[in-house]
């Protein structure tokens, strides 16, 4: 099993930065895939961006050029860089690890963006 934790998130300007942060209960270093997913009020949870265990990475075309997903496999932490945040960036964010045929997800954390 894997539990996972977020934090960071919080009230931000439109334009402004927030990092979140995920950390993990194993060794991440052998899990498959990482990732940040978000839901918002009303709509289905959606894919924002993942990272393999290689540190090959891929986002959601909303967030690209924005967002930066990075793992730290010897802190078992998982991290979303987000700048130049949008009011439509506005949901509870989720951590997401795929550990052999499971997935794990965390608690979320709760990001606004005003405008």
């Known amino acids: 099993q894997v539990q996972l934790v977020e934090s960071g998130g919080g009230l931000v300007q439109a334009g402004g930065s927030l990092r979140l942060s995920c950390e993990a209960s194993r060794n991440i270093f052998s899990i498959n895939s990482m990732g940040w997913y978000r839901q918002a009020p009303g709509m289905q949870r959606e894919l924002v961006a993942t990272i393999s265990s290689d540190g090959r990475s891929k986002y959601t075309d909303s967030v690209k050029g924005r967002f930066t997903i990075s793992r730290d496999n010897a802190k078992n932490m998982v991290y979303l860089q987000m700048n130049s945040l949008k009011p439509e960036d506005t949901a509870v964010y989720y951590c997401?690890?795929?550990?052999?045929?499971?997935?794990?997800w965390g608690r979320g954390t709760q990001v606004t963006v005003s405008s």
């Open positions: 997401n690890a795929e550990y052999l045929v499971e997935g794990y």
